[in-house]
T-cell receptor, first 115, second 115 residues
Framework: GAVVSQHPSRVICKSGTSVKIECRSLDFQATTMFWYRQFPKKSLMLMATSNEGSKATYEQGVEKDKFLINHASLTLSTLTVTSAHPEDSSFYICSAGTTLYNEQFFGPGTRLTVL | AQSVTQPDIHITVSEGASLELRCNYSYGATPYLFWYVQSPGQGLQLLLK??????LVQGIKGFEAEFKRSQSSFNLRKPSVHWSDAAEYFC?????????????FGIGTKLQVIP
């Protein structure tokens, strides 16, 4: 299957700083990338959907100014958590999709801890 | 709106025993259905998927699932559980509408395997 990577796998930062997480589709061109957040012992919640070259579509309740998403190319999307706070600590997972597949391919996730 | 229900949040089985994890979905048409497994601190691994055709699908690690349209169910089964199967299992539904994709996850079922 298609491979999606995320970097970093784990990051610890101080409150008030910004953190960027990268999501890459390694062997296919992803027309759409998705960002999910997973709270402890909870399911994955879709945060936003991004299409290459256009603005991301955020789910209700997700602050677009806090979670900046850029999908600059067909193989790379980034999520920047701006002015991070401890409540932003979570597991963030990206996925990539294409019109060729009725399926999304998931990255391994990034564990963010904000001190 | 599509929804996915996993009625069992936590299941404990003995090693070697059979396993069935339940999943019900709500969607107007036949959806694309998935089962994922997640080990602690890890990303999602696809176990199996159903798009169309044979309603009994085989997956990796000895898992299978059966799509029952009349019951709107897609239950995951394994005839003999191994200790390494202990993990969190997520059922998911993908909506694909004119190239727009959205995945909805169930809340997850945590599987504990006892010796």
């Amino acid at each position: 299957g298609a491979v999606v990577s995320q970097h970093p796998s784990r990051v610890i930062c101080k409150s008030g700083t910004s953190v960027k997480i990268e999501c890459r589709s390694l062997d296919f061109q992803a027309t759409t990338m998705f960002w999910y957040r997973q709270f402890p012992k909870k399911s994955l919640m879709l945060m936003a959907t991004s299409n290459e070259g256009s603005k991301a579509t955020y789910e209700q309740g997700v602050e677009k100014d806090k979670f900046l998403i850029n999908h600059a190319s067909l193989t790379l999307s980034t999520l920047t958590v701006t002015s991070a706070h401890p409540e932003d600590s979570s597991f963030y997972i990206c996925s990539a999709g294409t019109t060729l597949y009725n399926e999304q391919f998931f990255g391994p996730g990034t564990r963010l801890t904000v001190l | 709106a599509q929804s996915v229900t996993q009625p069992d949040i936590h299941i404990t089985v003995s090693e070697g025993a059979s396993l069935e994890l339940r999943c019900n979905y709500s969607y107007g048409a036949t959806p694309y259905l998935f089962w994922y497994v997640q080990s602690p601190g890890q990303g999602l691994q696809l176990l199996l998927k159903y798009f169309s055709g044979d309603t009994l699908v085989q997956g990796i690690k000895g898992f299978e699932a059966e799509f029952k349209r009349s019951q709107s169910s897609f239950n995951l089964r394994k005839p003999s559980v191994h200790w390494s199967d202990a993990a969190e299992y997520f059922c998911a539904v993908l909506l694909d509408s004119g190239g727009y994709q959205k995945v909805t996850f169930g809340i997850g079922t945590k599987l504990q395997v006892i010796p």
